[in-house]
């Protein structure tokens, strides 16, 4: 097996070295010190600001979720509510509509990872029964008091995100007396929470979340200042893609064609210790993270 693949879990490979960072999602282990992992994003909703209604259909989710898989995606992040600011909460139900097909059949048909981007422990539980391998909850296990219990019930690695009030009201002028103090602090209480509700310490990853509760000074002094956050001692996640920043910095471009601008955040992310990008455009992203993690790797860091 070469460097850069995936190692089955519980060969003799994946057996911890002083210097690998393992990460165990499904029937996959990682190894965080050889190369950044790229998680590819499937939003099955008509309204997602970046690619809303593209991949509303079970078939088109599906072959998008397989192509990624080919252009090199580590792990497929299916999520059913959009969290774009102002979005409009959906119940459960709809939710559910929305990507358990999907799951089911992805994972039929590919074993990299899936995680469920969602914030409803009901939808989390049946998202794992379907097949997925990972939750990812932008409320930081907050927006259901039932999500980390859950999450430990099923042992799966669990993406802890740091927001700043709601979708529906996070855009409303954010403040912050020390921006990366409150979010470290507010990272370790649910940190806390998840370690006493039974999830294991090496299932957890960390998110500042850009774009949750941030201005485009914000975004951009956590990119700076991402070293500060993996400090922490966890796995770091960090989902720059497409988002208004960008936007706003490349003269209003909208979220189809801000995939320069994205690579240039991916890039950031790397060198300031990401371990885990979140991004639209995989096959460009890949290559961008091989060319980042090439730097990093001479810089001397993990
Ligand atoms: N960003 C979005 C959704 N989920 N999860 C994590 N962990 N980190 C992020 O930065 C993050 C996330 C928003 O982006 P997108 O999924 O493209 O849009 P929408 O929420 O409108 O579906």
């Known amino acids: 097996m070469h460097k850069g693949q ?7 490979q994946s057996v911890t070295t002083s210097s690998s960072r393992l990460l165990a999602i499904g029937r996959r282990t990682y190894d965080l010190s050889e190369r950044t992992l790229v998680m590819g994003i499937i939003n099955a909703t008509p309204d997602s600001f970046s690619d809303g209604g593209l991949f509303h259909s079970r078939q088109a989710a599906v072959a998008r979720g397989l192509e990624m898989v080919d252009e090199g ?14 979005a409009d909460a959906i119940s459960a139900d709809e939710e559910l509509e929305r990507v358990i097909p999907v ?16 914030s409803k422990a009901v939808v989390a539980d049946e998202a794992i ?17 039932g999500m980390a219990v859950l999450a430990a019930r099923h042992d799966v690695p669990v993406v802890i995100m740091h927001i700043k009030g709601t979708p529906r009201d ?20 649910s940190v806390e929470l998840a370690l006493a509700a039974g999830v294991r310490q090496k299932s957890i990853i960390l998110d500042p979340g850009i774009g949750f509760g941030k201005t485009l000074e914000h975004n951009l002094e956590i990119l700076a200042r991402l070293g500060e956050i993996r400090a922490l001692g966890y796995p770091l996640l960090v989902g720059p893609s497409r988002k208004s920043f960008i936007g706003t ?12 601008g994205t690579a240039a955040a991916v890039t950031a992310c790397i060198l300031n210790g990401a371990d885990i990008v979140r991004v ?9 993270a091989r060319v980042a993690d090439a730097i990093r790797r001479v810089r001397g860091e993990e």
């Not at 995936?6 to 003799?12: D, E, M, V």
């Open 103 to 118: 799951i089911e059949q992805l994972t039929r048909l590919t074993d990299v990872p899936v995680s469920i981007d969602t």
């Open 129 to 145: 029964k379907a097949g997925a391998a990972m939750i990812n909850d932008v409320t930081g296990l907050r927006g259901d008091a």
């Open 73 to 86: 995606a580590d792990i497929i992040d299916i999520g059913g509510e959009s969290t774009r600011p102002g």
């Open 6 to 12: 995936p190692l089955p879990f519980s060969t003799p």
């Open 280 to 288: 639209h455009d995989v096959r460009a992203m890949v290559r961008v």
């Open 170 to 189: 996070m855009q409303h002028a954010p403040r912050y007396d020390s921006l990366i103090k409150e979010i470290c602090t507010w990272l370790r209480e």
């Open 249 to 260: 910095l490349t003269g209003g471009l909208p979220p189809d064609q801000r995939v320069e």
